[in-house]
């Protein structure tokens, strides 16, 4: 009997999937079946990733780390291109509205044919909310605010530099407002201490 080798999974980043003896292979397939030469495949794959790290896994994490660094900041959450609702101070609008007002675009990228599968998309996004509200409160800090109320705090702590200090420190700290802000790997607590700290020093030195 000749076993089809084209159901078999395999990591697609195997050098040589072939590893060990056919024909003990076509045997172990005959004896418990294809499904379960498979399921002991995708236990083998899923213990070894556990045990040897994939460099392309910790790429794709960095990478998502990275992402998540600019999109949980504030003033980088666009929902419309050319419009930020946190920056004008206006509440999004639910998920569900937000949701609504793409359909025609999100049914047309994701391939959505039906109404039926529209709603199953939709079901699968509003149960992944609870777990975005986890990965934004790691990154944000439960106790966020808003861009603008960020530009607002940042400013008022730069104007406690004194009127006895240079035009050239007022206007660094300006410039280190402005870099801050547009700075979305840092959290709003760290521009915080970073702009307190300033001011402090520059205080000191020119009370």
């Known amino acids: ?69 600019i999109e949980c900041e504030p003033e980088f959450l666009m929902g419309d291109f050319g419009t930020n609702p946190d920056i004008d101070d206006k509440q999004p609008i639910p998920l569900q509205d937000a949701l609504e007002k793409a359909k025609p675009f999100l049914m047309a990228y994701e391939g959505i044919q039906s109404q039926e599968e529209w709603e199953e998309a939709v079901k699968e996004a509003t149960e992944r909310v609870p777990l975005w509200e986890k990965v934004i409160d790691q990154y944000c800090g439960p106790d966020r605010i808003t861009a603008k109320k960020q530009q607002q705090e940042l400013e008022r702590v730069a104007k406690t530099i004194p009127n006895s200090a240079p035009a050239s420190v007022k206007q660094f700290a300006n410039r280190a407002v402005l870099s801050l802000q547009s700075n979305p790997g840092w959290g709003f607590d760290k521009k915080f201490q970073f702009m307190d700290k300033l001011a402090r020093e520059v205080s000191q030195q020119y009370s």
Not at 23 to 36: F, H, P, T
């Open 1 to 69: 009997m000749v076993v089809d080798r084209s159901n078999v999974k395999y990591s697609e980043e195997a050098d040589d999937p072939y590893a060990g003896d056919e024909a003990d292979e076509e045997k172990l397939i005959q004896e418990i079946g294809l499904e379960n030469v498979n399921s002991i495949v995708d236990g083998f794959l899923d213990a070894s990733s556990r045990v040897v790290h994939s460099p392309l896994d910790d790429a794709y994490l960095d990478a998502f780390h990275t992402n998540c660094l």
